[in-house]
């Protein structure tokens, strides 16, 4: 005997992100990253923005219960030569023009080693800085390392997207499913969204 309807019931009305949480999401990274582009020292490095991680690859789920959901975005810098020595040099410029603005400055901010955070009220933007080097590498800063990281999470988002429609659509539903499993009910702890995604 088929559930589909109960399942879908319980995707839309329980593990997935609401539409409206959705649209704060797209909100809140469109401010941060116009507020980088606005910055007088930085503003002129900004090249663009891309989404990334659970977002882009639209496997994102309803937090547990007091905890807060969020954005990954990828915010392209131009590369400098001059900070080819000095990696960190990029995600202090985003965190300076974070400490700096007028709209982002009142919210709560901190460092982590591969982005710089933005707290918002039940949410959080994790702003990821990368630059393009003449060989064509993407590269994020890990900025406790003080050194470049060689990614490609387009590449990976597409390849997410492939997989999915192999599976007629259904390949996202499950790594929902199995994020709800692992968050809500102490499965899989401690185990990367990226790793399930890659394995399942």
Not at 109 to 122: D, P
């Amino acid at each position: 005997m088929k559930h589909t309807n109960y399942f879908d019931v319980f995707l839309r009305d329980t593990v997935n992100l609401s539409q409206f949480n959705l649209d704060i999401l797209a909100d809140k990274a469109d401010e941060v990253f116009d507020a980088l582009a606005d910055d007088p020292s930085v503003g002129d490095e900004v090249i663009s923005m891309r989404r990334q991680g659970s977002w882009a690859q639209r496997t994102i789920i309803n937090p547990v219960k007091d905890r807060e959901f969020d954005a990954d975005i990828m915010v392209r810098l131009r590369y400098n030569a001059d900070w080819l020595g000095k990696p960190r040099q990029y995600p202090n410029a985003v965190y300076n023009a974070i400490a700096d603005s007028p709209v982002l400055a009142s919210r709560e901010f901190e460092r982590h080693a591969r982005c710089v955070r933005v707290h918002y009220t039940g949410m959080h933007v994790d702003v990821v800085p990368y630059v393009v080097f003449p060989d064509g590498t993407e590269r994020i800063i890990n900025r406790d390392d003080d050194d470049f990281e060689i990614t490609d999470t387009a590449a990976f988002t597409e390849w997410m997207r492939k997989r999915d429609q192999l599976a007629n659509g259904n390949l996202r539903k499950v790594v929902r499913i199995v994020k709800y499993l692992r968050d809500h009910k102490n499965s899989f702890t401690g185990t990367p969204s990226i790793i399930l995604t890659t394995l399942l």
